[in-house]
Nanobody, 128 residues
Framework: QVQLVEAGGGLVQAGGSLRLSCAASGRTFSMSTMGWFRQAPGKEREIVAAIKWSGGATYYADSVKGRFTISRDNAKNTVYLQMNNLKPEDTAVYYC?????????????????????WGQGTQVTVSS
């Protein structure tokens, strides 16, 4: 089992920044890729970004490219999501997730059904 705990959400004005963190514990050696998802009220959960634990290759949704950066600290078993130039449409509950499955080359797990472990979520609210 892997436990994921998110932190760093909050209220920010449009154009501002926030950094989310996701600390993993337990059988972390089994993780291959970690992702950040978000779910806005009335909408389906969608992937925001993903990072491969080995090598650090990254994936971003088009809606956040150039504004968000995903990174990892292997020593701390922690993944970060730096969010800059935030927009009101970024308002959502943000979830950290991890998968044990291996994805090679340019393939990334992009659906929530492809992830095995989930954090509890952290609210991000961007005011206009």
């Amino acid at each position: 089992q892997v436990q994921l705990v998110e932190a760093g959400g909050g209220l920010v004005q449009a154009g501002g920044s926030l950094r989310l963190s996701c600390a993993a514990s337990g059988r972390t050696f089994s993780m291959s890729t970690m992702g950040w998802f978000r779910q806005a009220p009335g909408k389906e959960r969608e992937i925001v970004a993903a990072i491969k634990w080995s090598g650090g290759a990254t994936y971003y949704a088009d809606s956040v490219k150039g504004r968000f950066t995903i990174s990892r600290d292997n020593a701390k078993n922690t993944v970060y999501l730096q969010m800059n130039n935030l927009k009101p449409e970024d308002t959502a509950v943000y979830y950290c997730a991890a998968t044990r499955a291996n994805y090679f080359g340019g393939a990334y797990p992009r659906r929530d059904s492809e992830y095995d472990y989930w954090g509890q979520g952290t609210q991000v609210t961007v005011s206009s």
